[in-house]
Structures are given as C-alpha cells and as structure tokens.
C-alpha cells in the first residue's frame, strides 16, 4: 500500500559524486548508492544518464511522483535544460529532463544547486514562513539564492543569486578574471585557510595550512584565528548589507561548511551588520545558521520537483 | 462630459518644492503652481498637507480617482505613513494617507520617490514589457528602485531598492557613516564635480568647480574629461554589475541628471559591464537611458496610485 505523502527523489549532481535520496518534505526516508562522477568524465552524458536512472528505478516506489536534480552549474530551469556543469567534462548543453524523463517516466526538473539550497531552507528549514530571503553557502566556493515574495528568483537567464561573485573592492587585485574583489575570493575556504596561514606566520608562528583551515580555526581559540573570523565579519558584512540595502530581505540563511563554525562567525557577523545597517535593517533582519548541511541539495530538489508535479 | 480614461494625480514632494501633475498614464494633462516646501518648514505637518489639498482640490475633476505622492524619503506603503522625508524638518512619523485622504476624499497612496521612478519607467518608459529591471537615478544622491517578477519590490520595510547606499570598496574612507565606500560617494554630483576639479588641477588646468559639474563635463570632449568618465564607468559598472550577479535582471534603467550626459556615459559603462559579466548576463543585459526626467516622479506615483484605484 502507498502511503499517502506524495514523495520525490532528490539528486545532488556533484563534480565528485552523484547523491540520491527519496524525500517526504525534509525527510530522506530512502537513498542510494552515489555514482562516482569522475568515471564518466568525458564520456557522452548519455551513459551517465543510463547509471542515473538505474539508481531512481531501484529506489522508486508507487507513491514517488516526480524527480528534481540540483547541479552545480548553469542551467535553463524552464526547459530543464544544462548549458555545462563545473568540473564535469562533457556535460555541455544537456537537455537533461527530457533525456532523463524519456528514461525514466517520470516528470524531471533541474537547477542550480544554490538553488535547491536556498528552496529547502525556505520551505522547511531556517527560512520557513519568510517571504523574503537570502540564502547563502559557503564553502570553497560561496553560491547563493533568493526566494523574493515568495517565490524563488532565479533570474532572466537563471542566473540570479550569484552573491559569492559580487565585490567589495573594485580595486582588488583578488577576482574571477573579470570582477575584481569578489567575495568568494576573501571568504572562499582555501582563500580563509591562506589568509590565516599569513597571519600566523607574521606572527612568527609556524602553522600548517591544514591547521589553518576553518574548522581548525573554529575551534583553535586564539588571538589570530579570532582575528580571522573578525576579517571574514568585515568582508562577508558588506557583501551581505550590500544585498540588504538592494533587497531588504526579511532574512539571511547562512549554510556551508564554515556556517558550522557557530558563535565565531556568527557574533561578529551579526556585529558588523548591525554596524552597516541603517537601524530600521539592523532591526529587522534575522541573521539564521542554516537547517540543513550537505543533505540540503538533495531536499531542496526534492521539494522544487514535488511542487511542480 | 468626462472623458472614459481614469486620471491621477501625481504628487512629487520635494525638499525644496511639491509638484502637482494629472496624469493620463504618462502624459501629464495639467498641472498646478508647486508649493514651497521651505515656507513649511518646522510647522505642523497637517499645514503644509492642507496647502496640498487645496492644490488637488483645484486640480481634480469627475474622472480623477486617486492621488499618488513620491517623497525622497522613508514610508510604509501598505500603511500609506511617512517616517521622515529627508531635508524637510517636522515630518516625522505623518499618516500622509490619512491625513490628505480625510482631507481630499479621494484614497491617496505615498511610495519612496525613486520607486515612483522605477514604476513610471517600467509601466510606461524604458522599461515597458520587461518583467525584471532595475531603475536607477543618478544626481546629488543616487538611488533605485526594482521591479522583480512584474511587482514593484519594496522589500520587509520598504526599504529595497538602495543601491546607492552599496559598497565598492570595503576599506573607502568616503561612505554614509555606516558603510564604507557607496557608490554614491563616488557618483554622486558633487562628488563627480570634485573629483574632475583634482584632475584638472593635477594637470596644472585651474578650472571653476561650477565647470566641472557632470552637464559641463559632459560638453567638454577634452581628455580628462574623458578620464572621469572613464572614472565613473569604472565605479558605476561595478556598483551595477553587483546588482546583476544578484539580481539577474533583463534591464537598466538610468535617469537623473547625469544620465543626460547621454553616450559619454553609456559607451564606457557598457563597455565596462561587458568585461566584468559574464557572457551569457552580458549579452541578454538591456542598459537603457530612462524616458523620463523630472517628471518621472509624478508620472510614477500617479501611475501606482491609478492602479491601486
């Protein structure tokens, strides 16, 4: 006998390992084996599709309706079209939702994985009940997603939401080629983990780059890794309030693995926005950890795909 | 006989001055002697509300249905109350729609006046059929205002749309006090006046700060004239391109002053946003001239308020 939730299953398509789960709202009640992405590097996206869809047969029950990806990448979210995949060669202009649901049978949908992030926060975890919100990852890379009055924006070419590639220093030498000064290359993990290695060897300590890492430096409790999280405060609060004057979200969702860090991000995030913000922003805005760690893409495809079917 | 077309009444309550148009969508079919507002300056607002009234007493006939008013300032819309208005001392915390409405017995609506622009610009200027656009007005101040999934985006306390109060410069001694290096700081009128004015003096050209005004620089064709242009480009594209990354809009729209100065700003600033895009925002991005000028305001708040009505 079905139960009578309407489930989903989650795909979290990663340049690494393709991850499923079958969802009920937030709950993962099943998942699979992932596929090792990097054994279909340069084969035709195809072949990768065939593993895919054996994976969703195998978990697949009466009461599964619909299958939602989140991918790392650009995508047409309207024809659940992929136009590249970082770090997966060959996956270039994939019309995956009709090569998947042709395999399959089932209606597919796809998106961006900042994304799927910022829609699982939104309607079951951090951002539940907002109608306005920034949602923000930050790991080596810092993705983000806006859901505006209530609905998820994603932008004339679904670009919408790139906050990791908005700058706080036009002069920066630091950038991605063409913005200079952009936040992912201040609070980026390995730019965080350099920064601290800096600091510590000024102060003529010798410190591995390991040890320099952010969840080393969450819990190392010293004057110069919390002189770290003070900078990461002073650089990620502009581009946060620089958003904030834009949008005037009612929220700001904070997920990623440096979000793990707790009070020593967190605290003089919250300081320095405050210090930023007009006070009719400062006091009306919710600075939130985010519900869900790495299980969020695969919730939040889930639940973009169960809505829509 | 009245004609079949509804008509507004635009309000733009300036410091120096509140203007009065009937408008008929964009065309402004009359209009009344504007009011003074230094002469009110200090009394109690509900005087300077009812000069206001008898002007759109005499302005008004039958198919007139509502008043609009655009203020440079902070307001409630749903409320219809001003917080304050910015250079206008004593209009602090004014139920305006009340107030006139009571007055007028006509319902009356009050928006930020750069949302007025944004609105007039997307219901009937530049921005006409575009479904997201961010409008942007450059002179003392720079403000903004964005229309985000056909909706004018007010944000949690009707505060979005700021994008002259984001940063460029995180480590910029310039700023409002709160935030570091604004965009305004570097493009405002002013600011752009002095800015030549040091060029010009490096090279050893003493030059009158009242012709180095954006109008005088605009008409100048020399080179450093040029390279302030360039200057602006520089600023501006990032200021903008920030707003892209987050917002992925399909056009922008620049009024105000110096938009005037016509293809000695748009050529850099084009050219400027197609270096920091990428591609695919850069070739699908419309970076359009406003279609209105000072009347941008009245045309805007009329046009809210004969939606509304």
Sequence with gaps: MPTSSPLAIGIDFGGTSVK???????????????????????RPPEVLIDAIAERVDGLRTENVVAVGAGIPGLVDFERGHIFEITNVPGWVEVPFRDLLGERIGMPVSVDNDANCMAYAEWRHGAGKGYSDLIAITLGTGVGGGLVIGRQLHRGAQFCAGEIGHTSIDYQSPAGDGRMPGIIEKFVGNR?????????????????????????????????????????IANWLGVALANAIYLLNPQAIIIGGGIAKAGPVLFEPLREKLNQLLTPVLAENLQLLPAKFGNEAGIIGAAAQAAVQN
């Design 20 to 42: 499923f789960g079958v969802c009920e709202g937030a709950r993962i009640v099943s998942s699979a084996e992932p596929i090792d992405t990097t054994a279909y590097y340069g």
């Design 191 to 231: 730019e965080i983990a350099a920064h601290a290695n800096r600091l510590y060897a000024g102060a003529g300590i010798e410190k591995d780059i390991a040890d320099c890492t952010p969840k080393a430096l969450a819990g190392a409790g010293d004057v110069l890794a919390t002189q770290v999280w003070q900078d």
